[in-house]
């Protein structure tokens, strides 16, 4: 059965709100357990991926896309999920936490800027769309991509240096 244009926006808007509700949920947590890091900047990188959460939810709703809250659920119940993983440690975050919480950041963030870059294209066709707040969204994600890389490898070098203990 083939689909509609708009069935078929309406799937992809509704699964990078999925990975825009785990990804805040993300940034959240990592803000709370980073340790050894810029506390301020992750802060401010947990605001900035919430509103752009709300940016989306915002043009869903200008292209009259419903929310299809099973999958936000799920998203975020996958997250919470992805926490219980085995990290060597039972009750504590593993050393690795941080290096692997930037990362999934990271990849999130460029998962976001190609959402916003495939709207931008359907931006041209779609007056319903803004096309210089489609531009100002994709040049705050790759700003965030930006700095989350400055602070992933600062997480990996801080976690890997070299021990200066007697062998």
Do not use: C
């Amino acid at each position: 059965m083939e689909r509609s244009r708009a069935e078929l926006i309406s799937i992809y808007l509704n699964d990078h709100l999925a990975g825009a509700t785990a990804g805040t949920a993300l940034a959240q947590r990592a803000t709370r357990g980073q340790e050894g890091v810029d506390q301020a900047t992750l802060q401010r990188l947990a605001g900035e991926i919430n509103a752009d959460r709300r940016a989306l939810l915002e043009i869903m709703a200008q292209l009259g896309v419903p929310v299809r809250h099973y999958k936000t659920a799920a998203a975020w119940l996958g997250e919470r999920a992805g926490r219980m993983k085995p990290n060597g440690r039972l009750r504590t975050r593993s050393p690795l936490s941080n290096l692997e919480e930037l990362e999934l950041l990271r990849l999130g963030v460029e998962g976001k800027a190609a959402g916003w870059r495939t709207l931008r294209e359907l931006a041209a066709r779609d007056r319903r769309l803004s096309v210089s707040r489609l531009d100002e969204l994709l040049a705050r994600a790759r700003d965030q991509a930006d700095q989350l890389e400055h602070l992933r490898v600062r997480a990996a070098e801080h976690l890997f240096e070299p021990d200066t203990g007697p062998n």
